[in-house]
């Protein structure tokens, strides 16, 4: 039996690593729960899950008989403590994945901005004390998948997106499409943070920095291509020519379990299968730079390093938050984040603190820039 906690288990990603949990209850012990604001929910993984430890933002007055709540950097670090489902939104999940790491443990990612505002501490720790990070994020997951069992060199990668609600919007009218439009994703069933970044493609750069660190493949090697249909989740080009590619239904209950399980593979029959007895189009198009202005900036800034990453992770954070909150228009995602990056003055970005820094500078300085 595995020894699970999931932080950010009230979020999308926690309540489907939970379904999982659900499935096979021989195979998995929930040691602890973490989330933000959504304590009633919460309380009732609780009382399902039955974890001794607890975290939330919103700590409650009073918790259940037996339970201990600690900081999620210690809860990860228990020594009864296997393997860490790292769902948080935003920084938040630094410092925990990295504790996790440097006790060794495993650690199934699927919060991107970890790994985009320190992917070479985040490798660094892996090498040094012995943890090891478990792809989640659908993409990098697939990518994984496709490399399993592989000794031979990579010649690129290419990270499929749908394009998201407006792939075919003409241009000119992004600036007036509203949240709720951007918030119909075509394909996936996803939190809101992660649904607007698909639309404005921040998304597939933070894919692309994730991959980068996670594969170690250079940025000159890997190319995002959309696919509208979402059925493959990504490939793999090899030294003479061979593609391999991951398919299934847009499901993150398939990647998580992946993780959970790795390396063997289990039937779960509430992850729908790809039916390939009936009829399937499988088609591809090129990324319009103009259509998604934040991916090339995002990528440029990852390229730039030191602590670039972490501002461009919160600027972006704090723009789609003012976008959904309606202080902003579509468009001016991209320019809240040009601008903060272009404020920006960089440090070396060689640990954690230094990298929270700038990522609480860029937090105060894009909710200035969103403001007008």
């Known amino acids: 039996m595995k020894n699970i906690v999931v932080l950010g288990s009230t979020g999308s990603i926690g309540c489907q690593t939970l379904d999982v949990v659900r499935a096979f209850p021989e195979d998995f ?14 309380l009732r993984q609780v009382e399902e899950f039955k974890p001794k430890y607890l975290y939330c933002t919103d700590r409650p007055s009073s918790l259940p008989n037996g339970i201990g709540f600690i900081p999620m950097d210690e809860m990860v670090a228990l020594e009864e403590v296997g393997i860490v489902m790292v769902a ?5 999940g630094l410092v925990p994945t990295l504790s996790a790491l440097k006790h ?3 650690v199934a990612l699927s919060n991107k901005e970890p790994i985009v505002m320190a992917g070479k501490i985040i490798k660094d720790y892996e090498a040094k004390y012995g943890g090891t990070v478990l792809p989640v994020d659908s993409e990098p997951s697939a990518i994984w998948q496709c490399m399993r069992g592989e000794d031979n060199p990579v010649r690129r990668l290419m990270i499929t997106g ?44 933070f894919e692309v920095i994730e991959s980068h660190w996670l594969f170690e493949v250079p940025w000159d090697k890997i190319e995002v291509v959309i696919h509208p249909q979402s059925t493959i989740h990504s490939m793999v080009e090899f030294e003479d020519g061979s593609i391999k590619a991951q398919m299934g239904p847009p499901d993150m209950r398939l990647p998580i379990q992946y993780a959970l399980f790795y390396p063997k593979r289990f039937f779960n029959d509430m992850i729908p299968k790809l039916d390939i007895s009936i009829s399937h189009s499988l088609t591809f198009q090129p990324m319009e730079s103009e259509r998604y202005p934040c991916f090339g900036l995002a990528v440029s800034a990852a390229q730039r390093g030191g602590t670039y990453p972490a501002v461009l992770s919160a600027a972006d954070e704090v ?6 909150g309606g202080k902003i228009g579509f468009t001016d995602i991209h320019r809240v984040v040009d ?21 609480r500078w860029a937090v105060k300085r894009a909710g200035e820039v969103a403001s007008r």
């Open 29 to 42: 012990h929930v040691v602890g729960l973490a989330a933000g604001n959504n304590r009633d929910l919460l």
């Open 88 to 92: 948080t939104m935003g920084s938040v």
């Open 104 to 106: 060794g443990k495993l």
């Open 162 to 205: 749908s394009g998201g609600p407006f792939r075919n919007t003409p241009v000119d009218e992004l600036a007036s499409v509203t949240p709720e439009l951007a918030l119909h994703h075509p394909t996936w069933t996803m939190g809101k943070k992660i649904t607007i970044d698909s639309a404005t493609m921040m998304n597939k750069a």
């Open 319 to 324: 723009a789609v938050g003012a976008f959904l």
């Open 339 to 359: 601008q903060v990056l272009s404020d920006h003055k960089m440090m070396p970005g060689t640990d954690a603190e230094e990298l929270l820094e700038a990522d």
